[in-house]
């Protein structure tokens, strides 16, 4: 609830400013319709159903309630769906969570089918907001397996652009059932949850999902498999702008960056919704000559008056890497991995893997993970500057690099699933049988 109250604040004051650039954009600002479908059978019981309203309250505080951005509707349901909270009908945080703890327990069978058709035919359409809400999104929450069939009205859902996830709580639950009710893939929109006393260990991820289908529209198309993320190769120009040269393996393109290379795209155009809290920063490179010599921003976005909102720095004087975000107490935060890193800087390939969270980064090299530093929360990014590669901390130049890889995956379990397998070394290391 702090950080909501923080946040409160600041879109506060940013709303007050004239310019409507001056906005900063995160979760917190992302222009969402939500609706929860809250089973309310009598399986759930008197206690359990006032720990899921809990619940609920707890994933909606990284979000702001207003009519510009998100506003949230809930539905309970038995045999019949009864709408508790029509969607937009609180304007306020505070008026909302008001509404939600006082919802009544209402007891009943589990028509769990039925209660999705009542959201998608009645609940999403009543917004008045039309197409400026961005996404449409749906959470349901069951403890058993429903009565009627929801196969149905969970493809009409999607028909309709809304995206469904399905949270299990409990043995009674059906993964079958919670697969077809949720978005593809279940890996992404099925969460699961033992019971409702443990229902809390998965509000973190619950959060960070709903953030990425917030603020990550754009996937990244990897092996089998779509990861939303930012492809900065793409999205900064940098095939485009600069030139090709053969890569880490014989496989693999890079792209060389001179001096004359000026890799800068608008803020607006690359993150347009700011930053998920957690994400995973990749950059395959080969520093030598000057890069591996200099301090330069590796990646950093710069509001319109040149505040760093985040930034990736190399400083090949030092052999460390630094990584700055804002912050709620102060205008930023930079925590510096000082040693772990000499190795970058030795003009060889290498992959360097930043693992962001709410409260700490970890620093991979070659999937060896460095450190873990902690850090304070974070405020959402000004979107009204730049996004840069490879320029000199306080100037526009650009240092010369080559790199092959620069990326930005919203699931921050794709850091597992990214190894450095484009790294000789790292191809070539021997396996250790134990
Ligand atoms: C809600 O958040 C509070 C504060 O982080 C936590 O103590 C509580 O366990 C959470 N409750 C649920 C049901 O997630």
Known sequence: MLLWSVWG??????????????VRAGCSTA??????????????????????????????????ISPHYTQVGVVQYSDTPRLEIPLGKHQQGAELIQAIQSIDYLGGNTQTGRAIKFVVDHVFSSTERGSRVKNRIAVVVTDGKSQDDVVDASM???????????????????????VSIANKPSSTYVLYAEDYTTIDRIGDSMEQKLCEESVCPTRIPVASRDEKGFELMVGLNIQKKAKKVSGSLVSETAYTLTVGTDIAETTREIFPEGLPPSYVFIATLRLTGSSSRLTYDLWRVVSKDKEIQVAVTLSGKDKSVTFTTTCVTEKEQRVIFKTGFQTLFDGKWHQLKLLVRPRHVIGFLDDHQIQEISLKPVVPI?????TQVAKKTGTDTTVPLEIQKLRLYCDPHQSERETACEIYSVVRRPVTLT
């Open 9 to 22: 604040v600041l879109l506060l004051n940013t709303a007050g400013a004239s310019d409507e650039d001056d």
């Open 31 to 64: 222009v969402n319709d939500l609706v929860y479908i809250v089973d309310g059978s009598w399986s759930v019981g008197y206690t359990d159903f006032d720990t899921a309203k809990e619940w609920l309250i707890n994933i909606t505080s990284q979000f702001d």
């Open 156 to 178: 009409e859902a999607r028909a309709q652009g809304i995206t469904v996830f399905a949270v299990g709580v409990g043995s009674e639950i059906t993964t079958s059932e919670l």
């Open 382 to 386: 000004y979107i009204n500057g730049k």
